[in-house]
Nanobody
Framework: QVQLVESGGGLVQAGGSLRLSCAASERTFPRYAMGWFRQAPGKEREFVARIRKMGDSTGYADSVKGRFTISRDNAKNTLYLQMNSLKPEDSAVYYC?????????????????WGKGTLVTVSS
């Protein structure tokens, strides 16, 4: 069972940038499709971005397309999310997600493993 630990969250002004990281506990990290979800207070958890096992294909929610970039370093067992041009509506707890499927589901119920999350707050 893979364990995921997120880091990099914090408080940033609108228009600023943050880089989230997700460290995986296993060398089997390259076997998992990975992604990021987020959950704002009072809202459902929603898909943000995903990346295939070898990093050759990515996908984004429309709300973050062009501003966020997902990447992975399989040698370091680490997933990243570069977030630029942040908006107050991006404020949420961001969760790292892993799936043994070929492509990570965009629905939370399709995820095999979750991290505990890291809080991102964007002030206006």
């Amino acid at each position: 069972q893979v364990q995921l630990v997120e880091s990099g969250g914090g408080l940033v002004q609108a228009g600023g940038s943050l880089r989230l990281s997700c460290a995986a506990s296993e060398r089997t990290f390259p076997r998992y499709a990975m992604g990021w979800f987020r959950q704002a207070p009072g809202k459902e958890r929603e898909f943000v971005a995903r990346i295939r096992k070898m990093g050759d294909s990515t996908g984004y929610a429309d709300s973050v397309k062009g501003r966020f970039t997902i990447s992975r370093d399989n040698a370091k067992n680490t997933l990243y999310l570069q977030m630029n041009s942040l908006k107050p509506e991006d404020s949420a707890v961001y969760y790292c997600a892993a799936s043994s499927d070929l492509v990570l589901s965009t629905e939370p119920h399709g995820i095999n493993y979750w991290g505990k999350g890291t809080l991102v707050t964007v002030s206006s």
